[in-house]
């Protein structure tokens, strides 16, 4: 069974930072990109970052660009996402997602497998 589970979520000041953390359990790791997304209530689900588990390609949207920063562990099947000098509208619930590596795609239209989230909150 594949599993994907966030971690890391918290309540912080503004400008503060967290790290958070997707394990992923039940499909080859190396094979997979994995992508982090933010839900803000109300709000459509958006695309912040992702990497490709087998070459380290990165992708960040331009309003996390310089401050949210991705990396990998593949010993550990878990993917990290740190972020610095949070703002209010940062305040999201983030979920990582995993696709199976396709040549030529990057990053992927669309995920196979979803965690259940991590809510963040950030304070002024």
């Known amino acids: 069974e594949v599993q994907l589970v966030e971690s890391g979520g918290d309540l912080v000041q503004a400008g503060g930072s967290l790290r958070l953390s997707c394990a992923g359990s039940g499909f080859t790791f190396d094979d997979y990109a994995i992508g982090w997304f933010l839900q803000a209530p109300g709000m459509e689900r958006e695309e912040v970052s992702c990497?490709?588990?087998?070459?380290?390609?990165?992708y960040y949207a331009d309003s996390v660009k310089g401050r949210f920063t991705i990396s990998s562990d593949n010993a550990k099947n878990t993917v990290y996402l740190q972020m610095n000098s949070l703002t209010p509208e940062d305040t999201a619930v983030y979920y990582c997602?995993?696709?199976?590596?396709?040549?030529?795609?990057?990053?992927?239209?669309?995920?196979?497998?979803w965690g259940q989230g991590t809510q963040v909150t950030v304070s002024s």
């Open positions: 990497i490709s588990n087998s070459d380290v390609s990165t």
């Open positions: 997602a995993a696709d199976y590596i396709r040549i030529g795609v990057f990053p992927p239209y669309e995920y196979d497998y």
